[in-house]
């Protein structure tokens, strides 16, 4: 089955910084990748997501790129403000629209 | 937040007691998720449905039971619980599958004495 490394496990940057979150994943038919972000006690909530036919996706201040050929896809956040820190899941659904396996997360703080 | 609820909010229980927890959605969503959450591990899936009394094994879904009698309701039981099911739950609605997104309820935090 589909496995999902996540680097790095915690990430400590400085306010208006940027922050760059990568994932790996294994099976090479994986065609949909989201990233959640986690607030202490709260649900995960999606943030952006990024399907296997575009390079890269942007929201406001997070972007997503993705390397098929290396299989990888990474989160990026500029000008990181204090209410980004929470834990970052990344996640890949298997070929053929199976289940999603998710990272074990990226522990984002930022300070002032 | 997409409209999902989850009850118990929070539970202890002893070791070898049986435990169900219910996830409510308002959405008319086709897929459930029932989820576990578990420092170092991410979120890992137990069981899923795809529509009603359809439903699908996880990668950690020894343990656990599911069942879907109704689109808006999906619970996950525990039959006879151990210490090692000590969690976060989570459930999670989909409204086209596992390859689109999927919102999250707000958990329910189970513990196994």
């Not at chain 1, 490394?5 to 940027?18: C, I």
């Not at chain 1, 942007?58 to 209410?83: G, M, W, Y």
């Not at chain 2, 998720?33 to 899923?48: A, C, K, S, V």
């Amino acid at each position: 089955g589909e496995n999902v490394e996540q680097h790095p496990s915690t990430l400590s940057v400085q306010e208006g910084d940027s922050a760059v979150i990568k994932c790996t994943y294994s099976d090479s038919a994986s065609n949909y990748f989201p990233w959640y972000k986690q607030e202490l006690g709260k649900r995960p909530q999606l943030i952006i997501d990024i399907r296997s036919n575009v390079g890269e996706k942007k929201d406001q201040r997070i972007a997503v790129t993705l390397n098929k050929t290396a299989k990888h896809f990474s989160l990026h956040i500029t000008e990181t403000q204090p209410e980004d820190s929470a834990v970052y899941f990344c996640a890949a659904s298997e070929g053929g629209g199976n289940k999603l396996t998710f990272g074990t997360g990226t522990q984002l703080k930022v300070e002032l | 937040d997409a409209g999902i609820t989850q009850s118990p909010r929070h539970k202890v229980t002893e070791t070898g007691t049986p435990v169900t927890l219910r996830c409510h959605q308002t959405e008319n969503h086709r897929y459930m998720y029932w989820y576990r959450q578990d420092p170092g591990h991410g979120l890992r899936l137990i069981h899923y449905s795809y529509g009603v009394k359809d439903t699908d094994k996880g990668e950690v879904s020894d343990g656990y039971s599911v069942s879907r009698s109704k689109t808006e309701d999906f619970l996950l039981t525990l039959e006879s619980a151990t210490s090692s099911q000590t969690s976060v739950y989570f459930c999670a609605i989909s409204e086209k599958g596992h390859g689109y997104e999927q919102y999250f309820g707000p958990g329910t935090r189970l513990t196994v004495t």
